[in-house]
């Protein structure tokens, strides 16, 4: 599956937000957006996903512009992962990530349905929660119970938006490995939003860095991630070094200017 977006511009009401962003993923690809807060990076997401319409361009999976898909044409190729999910009513994570089947079965599950929710659950080590209420688990198991859910979906591309926000180190490296590792046993791959320079370094095979709804810098995490692009996109001082074969992001202070006031 290849997902396509055309010079794509997007604005809430008047306002544009999104101006001519072009990119490209392939099979087994983990592409980041990073991006100071406002830039665009949950908007482009929700674009990608239809939730959004773009007043131009286009989004093509495939060569087929997802305008002209169904819904459940959509949700059988995109599995989206929002940054959280606030579950009012009370359902155990199973039933929770039983409908990501929806777009594949209606409203009647069978056993092959089910079967395929105990192998995500166990894929992301969380088989012990399925008959757990979903309000009533942290934060970490929630986010891993909302992936399982996309996964369950059996989509060709995740998208999420902000995978790790209010995790703990520990829940932030569980979930990237998991999404790693899904990418490459499953052959799909993911777009993510993502605010930690440094985790979408090492999870990531490409970055794209937005400024004000613009791309100001697209490639591997070396290029994308230089002194230069975060004092031009953030603002900020930062030293970048070398840990691992990857880019390692030392931030150090915001640029003081026009009279010392801070950006
Ligand atoms: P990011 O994810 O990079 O923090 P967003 O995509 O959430 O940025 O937001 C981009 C811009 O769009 C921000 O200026 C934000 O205030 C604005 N925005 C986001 N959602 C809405 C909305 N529903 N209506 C109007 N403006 C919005």
């Not at 089910?114 to 992301?124: F, G, R």
């Not at 703990?168 to 990237?176: A, G, P």
């Not at 999404?179 to 052959?187: C, G």
Request: aromatic fraction near 4%; charge should be positive; glycine fraction near 8%.
């Amino acid at each position: 599956m290849k997902l396509k977006v055309m010079d794509v511009e997007f604005g809430y009401a008047s306002t544009p937000i999104l101006r001519g962003v072009n990119l490209e993923l392939a099979r087994s690809e983990v592409l980041s957006i990073v991006g100071p807060n406002g830039a665009g990076k949950s908007t482009l997401i929700r674009c990608i996903n239809r939730i959004l319409n773009p007043q131009k361009g286009c989004i093509q999976l495939d060569g087929s512009d997802i305008f002209q898909m169904t819904r459940m044409q959509i949700a059988r190729q995109l599995g989206y992962i929002p940054q959280s999910d606030h579950q009012s009513f009370p359902a155990t994570v199973f039933d929770v990530v039983l409908m990501g089947r929806r777009p594949h079965i209606g409203w009647r599950s069978g056993r092959r349905d089910k079967e395929k929710v105990l192998d995500v659950l166990q894929m992301l080590n969380i088989e012990q929660l399925a008959m757990r209420d979903v309000n009533e688990i942290s934060g970490g198991q929630r986010q891993k119970v909302l992936i399982a859910r996309a996964l369950a979906q059996e989509p060709d591309v995740l998208l999420l938006d902000e995978p790790t926000s209010n995790l703990d180190i520990r829940h932030q490296l569980e979930v990237m490995d998991a999404i790693r590792t899904l990418v490459a046993e499953k052959n799909i791959s993911a777009i993510m939003a993502i605010h930690d320079l440094n985790l979408g370094s090492r999870y990531s095979d490409r970055m794209i860095m937005l400024k004000k709804g613009v791309i100001a810098a697209a490639g591997s995490p070396f290029s994308v991630l230089t002194e230069d692009n975060i004092k031009q996109v953030y603002g900020v001082d930062a030293a970048v070094k070398e840990e691992d074969g990857l880019p390692y992001v030392v931030p150090k202070s915001p640029i003081k200017h026009n009279g010392g006031k801070q950006l």
